[in-house]
């Protein structure tokens, strides 16, 4: 019975992403879309001179709230991780300063 | 274990007076790289990252007692969170205005190529950094303090 439900699925993926892949290469071409607009346009859209600047901060603004967001996360769970030590530390703080 | 691992000896003459020279000038490097994020190259994260480094020069030129001195951990917890909050408010600036969110509704003041210039990304680039520089810096200091703890227990 598993076998069985390992091969539907399979089969099934496969008929699904051959369609999608058949069907996406009909697609139009999107080579003079957005990264055309980018290249030329920055400085008239944004005012920056630095468009990678102006991608990271304006076009693609949602990314960098992720990416500061990924950090904010990272750190948070180091100082959940650390804690211990940091207690510790804040009570053998004064025995060094006896010493 | 013996502790002849220490190879650099803090409150060592050169190398607390090559931090004296070098840590302003990396806190300068890191401002300048900030504020100019949308005129050459690096941005927020960049210049933040450099400033953090700060607390790892000052470490290895005061040793650890000195450090925790220094630098206050709830002060910089605080400004991550101020970062954070006010890189969401630049960005909601859009919705106050009238339009959809991150979008750069001010882009049109001051001149091109101007340091002031460029609406919201200069606005964005400076939270940003502040943020980042917050949030590194909490992170060098923790760590620094569990390097103390790990060297008192053996």
Same mark, same amino acid.
């Given at each position: 019975m598993k076998k069985f439900f390992i091969w539907f699925s399979i089969i099934v993926l496969a008929i699904f992403s051959s369609y999608v892949a058949v069907k996406m290469a009909a697609l139009p071409s999107t080579y003079n879309g957005v990264g055309e607009l980018i290249v030329n346009d920055t400085i008239k859209k944004t005012?920056?001179?630095?468009s990678v600047t102006a991608v990271v901060f304006d076009f693609r603004g949602y990314d960098t709230l992720g990416e500061s967001f990924v950090l904010f996360t990272a750190i948070t769970g180091s100082a959940v991780i650390l804690r211990n030590n940091k207690i510790s530390k804040a009570n053998g703080g004064h025995e060094d300063e006896k010493a | 274990m013996k502790k002849h691992n220490h190879n650099i000896k803090s409150k060592d003459c050169i190398v607390k007076c090559s931090a004296n020279i070098v840590l302003p000038l990396a806190l300068i490097l890191g401002i300048y790289i900030i504020l100019h994020g949308h005129l050459s190259p690096g941005g927020g994260f960049q210049g933040g990252v450099i400033i953090a480094g700060a607390v790892a020069i000052v470490y290895v030129a005061y040793g650890s007692k000195d450090t925790q001195r220094v630098f206050n951990a709830e002060r910089f917890k605080i400004s991550e969170d101020l970062g954070a909050l006010g890189f969401i408010f630049i960005a909601s600036l859009g919705i106050i205005y009238g339009? &959809? !969110? !991150? +979008? =750069? $509704?001010? /882009? =049109?003041? *001051?001149? $091109? *190529? +101007?340091? /002031? &210039? &460029?609406g919201t990304i200069f606005w964005m680039n400076f939270a940003v950094g502040y943020k980042v520089l917050a949030g590194i810096g909490f992170l060098i200091l923790i760590m620094v303090n569990t390097l103390k703890s790990s060297d008192k227990k053996e």
């Open positions: 005012g920056a001179i630095n | 339009t &959809s !969110f !991150f +979008k =750069n $509704v001010i /882009y =049109n003041q *001051g001149q $091109v *190529g +101007k340091l /002031y &210039s &460029s």
